[in-house]
């Protein structure tokens, strides 16, 4: 059997979608990206996972109240943006992510929810070696227990189409069309698990602060 080669030269960015409005949260002062894990925001431990792992640059979009999401990330090399028009959906976010990743030619972009608190490194790393070893050309898809999930990492080909998107509508209908093939990578739970609400925040370890109720 022919080994798969993975060409560490085929590099991937990054963009971390923290734009949202947390409005599943009960009491709207409440943001979930505010929520301490390990004494650490969400938001924080998010972009340093993506920063720890074997990317080459993280972008993290900014959206609902971006003044407090971008200082719990300012110290750490990555580049933040805002979004002035994140209330019109995710696709706003979305273009905004990938029109400032696209700018240093990566063979991928990864988009990554800043509310997955079970991602870890690990799981990063092992969708960008999939990406890898399907050459760039591939939509590697992170699933749990053959569910589809999140991160997906998306090639160069679908950039534009990706810029393209509007209204509250994500990429999956990118993912769908079969123009490209999609390798699906079991990650296990981590794929699945995110905190829209503040029973899931809690069920995950995470608390609110009071220095980030507004």
Known sequence: MRRKVIDPRISVAIVVLAAGRSSRMVEGRRHKLLALFDGQSLVRRSVS?????????????????????????????????????????????????????????????????????????????????????????????????????????????LYNDLQNLTGDVGARSLIEMGDVPVLDVEIGEAALADVDTAEEMLAEGGIFDRQFLA
């Open 49 to 157: 996972t993506a920063l720890a792992s074997d990317c080459g640059r993280v972008v993290v979009v900014t959206g609902h109240r971006s003044t407090e999401i971008a200082a719990q990330v300012r110290d750490l090399p990555c580049e933040v943006i805002h979004n002035a028009e994140y209330a019109s959906g995710i696709a706003g976010s979305l273009r905004t992510g990938v029109k400032a990743a696209s700018k240093g030619c990566p063979g991928g972009i990864m988009i990554m929810l800043a509310d997955m608190p079970r991602l870890s490194t690990g799981h990063i790393d092992t969708l960008i070696a999939a990406f890898r070893c399907g050459q760039g050309r591939v939509i590697a898809r992170a699933v749990g227990s053959g569910s589809p999930g999140n991160p997906v990492i998306f090639p160069h080909d």
